[in-house]
Every structure is written in structure tokens, then in C-alpha cells.
């Protein structure tokens, strides 16, 4: 649950009342009931049947487990809206989203818990086992398990149906517009991708070779990233010395990248003693860093552009652009589009953390066009990072719009008037 909803209640306002809910205490209105899962819902855990993956046969029937679909197949187990909940390897903290309904034909394996509604509207169920935290009936020390014991029991706070209906009607209106905020982000990075693939055409795999690549027009270089940029590192000013940290210039280190790599800030800054003892070079605004050593490097290779002048730590290498050469925002949109393919490249496997070849990063290659062209696609994919920038806002807004909404209204906080659904 969330922090405010977990302080006690001393003492519960006019119309309400104090409930037990777990290991604490709430106050509730005073028509509302508590009542186990089991009073009501029907569990259909004995009608799961898990399928091997080498055993799915092909279809369009959807195969549900702990967090979601995860195959199609043939045939079907139920053909009917049900509310499903990890039984393990799930989330059960407050919006970890365990819980999802499901409707029409379906198969479902034996990491989701099953459950039909009997006197409870199914999205109200849901968006319940969304907010409330479920983490003390968890066994395991693991993946985590909820028992179906500990499910049936687990008590769930339920006002009166029509009541139920019209908080699972405001919640579900916000519910779409994040998914389809969420689509339109994906549309845009599809559009992105897109773009890649038909304008930039990169070198297979970032290969060293001196001949131009078949796919490379006439009128495009392929360069190594030595011959277009300054490429520099950073260190770390000793952190027992006060008088090196809190200061005026920001310091990066990998753990600032984000998803689309725009550091804008940095949670660590250095004094000027802390950059003469270092030493530390101040790499300048739209630098391009690369993690060398980090254990992400294991799965991904986050690629990050610095929006204000900073220094860096000895687990980056920052790439000055020679703007006489390359376009620095083309330098980052092509380097943060073939991450993975220098990941690839440029990776060494260490004992204890994976780490990028300086020597080999140096030596990859991109494609150059002409400097025009060049800040013609970096206008295009900045745009799109724009639009995707913004409706991840709106996005995070809207998600936070509806946890203050699931805990008012899931809790009568507030209640909803009786004529919303009429």
C-alpha cells in the first residue's frame, strides 16, 4: 500500500469505521464489508493445466502465466472473464501489477491463480490486488509464492456492487488513456526504428573493414569513431575529502542513464579542488558517453548524450564529436540506434563485471553523410524523441493521477456519486 494509506487511523471520521486489512489498521465507511476472496470468488486452480513449450501447438487462443499472456495455442481450458493473480515469480508490492482479467477462450498454466467472480464486479477485484500490498502472505524467499490458502483468505474491501462498478468505471477511463499514451509511444518508436533501417542502413555488426560497405551510398564515408571524435575517460576524486564533492559541476557516472539516454542532471557534483585533484576534464554539452564497465553491460549498452558540461567517472568514456565532421546529435541517434550491435563488437567478459573494449570502440564504424544531411535526419529523430519525451510525461502523470485515485476510492476516501453510471 502506499505510504499514506498505511499510517494508522486513531480515530475514523463520521460514517466510517476501523477495519483490519493485513497488519494494519483503516478506516472505511461503514457499508462496506470485509470479506475473504474466498466469499467472493470461485477458485478454478484445479482446471490449470501448464503445456510444455515444445508441446504448444500453434493457434490463436492466448496462454496466460504469472504476469501475463506468454504463448498462443490450440484449444482452450475457459471461455469466460476471469480475474487471474501470480501464484509465483509475480510483483505483490502496491501497483506491481499481479492481477489482470482475461475474457473469452483461454489457456492458463499452473503460475497464475484462477478466479471467477461470484458477488464481486471482476476490474474492482483487480484494481484492488493492483493497490493493495499483498508482500506479508508471500512465502519464499526467492521467486515468492502466494498460497491458494493464502489467497482464499486474503481479505478484500467491498462496498456495495453498484459501488464497485462505478470505481472500477473511473479507474478504467484512466486506464485506457495510459495504454493509449503508452501505444502512441510505441508508435513512435517503431517510426524511429523505422527511419534507422531505411535512411542509416548501418555497417553489418560496426565491421572494421577499409572497403565501403555495398549499402553505403556513394556519397557517405564510413569512418572509425577516433577519426570523428575526441575520445576521453574520468575518474572518481576521493570521496573521504568533503571538500572535492557538493559543488558546481555536475558529475556522471552509469547510473544516470536512463531509457533514452538525455542526461539533463546529475546526482553527484565536484568542486574545482575536486577536479584539480582528480584530475577531471569537463567534457562540453552534447558529448556522447559510453559506459566501459558496468554490469548492464551483461544485457544492453545504455548510450548517453550530456545536455550541460560535466565530468565523468572512470566507468565512462566520453566522446567529444569534431563538429567540422560530424553532426554531435547524429553521433548519439547512431551510436544509441546500434548499441547492441557494439555491445556485441566491443564487449569483454570479465570475472566479476563485464566491460567494452576501449580499443575496439574506437575502432567502430558508422556511416557519415555530408553535414547537411546529417543534421537533417538529427532534426527528424530529435522531433521524435521530443513527442516521445512528452507523452511519457504525460504518461507518468496520468499513472500518478490514478494511484491517488485507487487509494481514495478503493479506500471510500472518496466516494463517487450514485448517478455516474446512469
Not at 475514523?12 to 476501523?18: A, E, I, N, T
Not at 499481479?98 to 484462477?114: L, M, R
Not at 532534426?379 to 524523441?385: A, K, N, P
Amino acid at each position: 500500500m502506499s505510504e499514506s494509506i498505511e499510517s494508522e487511523v486513531n480515530e475514523p471520521r463520521d460514517g466510517y469505521k476501523q477495519v483490519q486489512l493485513g497488519p494494519k489498521e483503516f478506516s472505511i465507511p461503514e457499508e462496506w464489508r470485509v470479506r475473504t476472496v474466498a466469499e467472493v470468488t470461485e477458485n478454478l486452480d484445479r482446471q490449470r493445466e501448464p503445456i510444455k513449450s515444445s508441446n504448444r501447438e500453434n493457434g490463436d487462443v492466448p496462454y496466460y502465466g504469472a504476469t501475463g499472456q506468454i504463448d498462443s495455442v490450440s484449444g482452450h481450458i475457459f471461455d469466460e472473464k476471469l480475474v487471474l493473480i501470480g501464484e509465483d515469480g509475480a510483483d505483490w508490492s502496491p501497483f506491481g501489477g499481479t492481477a489482470y482479467i482475461i475474457e473469452g477462450k483461454s489457456w492458463v498454466n499452473n503460475h497464475v491463480h484462477v478466479l471467477r467472480a461470484t458477488d464481486v464486479v471482476e476490474e474492482y477485484l483487480a484494481y484492488f490486488f493492483e493497490y493493495v500490498d499483498m508482500r506479508h502472505v508471500i512465502s519464499g524467499t526467492n521467486r515468492g509464492k502466494l498460497n491458494q490458502g493464502e489467497l482464499n483468505s486474503f481479505p478484500v474491501l467491498t462496498p456495495p456492487i453498484p459501488e464497485q462498478q462505478r470505481i472500477a468505471a473511473v479507474l478504467s477511463i484512466l486506464t485506457e488513456e495510459i495504454d493509449q499514451t503508452e501505444r502512441l509511444i510505441e508508435t513512435a518508436e517503431e517510426l524511429k526504428q523505422g527511419f534507422f533501417q531505411d535512411i542509416y542502413l548501418s555497417p553489418e555488426h560496426g565491421a572494421t573493414t577499409t572497403k565501403k560497405p555495398k549499402n553505403v551510398p556513394d556519397n557517405w564515408d564510413v569512418k572509425k569513431l577516433d577519426e570523428l571524435c575526441e575520445i576521453g575517460g574520468g575518474s572518481t576524486p576521493k570521496r573521504s575529502n568533503p571538500e572535492y564533492w557538493n559543488g558546481d559541476t555536475p558529475w556522471c557516472s552509469p547510473k544516470e542513464f536512463d531509457k533514452r539516454g538525455i542526461i539533463e542532471e546529475t546526482e553527484d557534483q565536484v568542486t574545482q579542488e575536486g577536479i584539480n585533484e582528480a584530475p577531471l576534464t569537463i567534457y562540453p554539452a552534447n558529448s556522447t558517453l559510453v559506459p566501459v564497465r558496468s554490469n548492464v553491460i551483461k544485457r544492453r549498452l545504455p548510450i548517453g548524450k550530456i545536455t550541460i558540461p560535466s565530468t565523468i567517472n572512470q566507468d565512462l568514456k566520453a566522446l567529444v564529436p569534431d563538429e567540422e565532421q560530424i553532426d554531435p546529435e547524429y553521433l548519439f541517434q547512431v551510436l544509441h540506434y546500434n548499441s547492441e550491435r557494439i555491445r556485441l563488437t566491443c564487449r569483454k567478459s570479465g570475472t566479476t563485471i563485464d566491460s567494452i573494449d576501449t580499443t575496439a570502440l574506437s575502432k567502430y564504424e558508422i556511416m557519415v553523410p555530408e553535414l547537411q544531411k546529417q543534421r537533417y535526419f538529427s532534426q527528424i529523430l530529435s522531433t521524435i524523441d521530443k513527442k516521445i519525451k512528452l507523452e511519457e510525461h504525460h504518461k507518468q502523470k496520468l499513472e500518478e493521477l490514478r494511484r491517488g485515485l485507487m487509494q481514495d476510492l478503493l479506500t471510500g476516501a472518496v466516494r463517487t456519486p450514485t448517478g455516474l453510471l446512469d
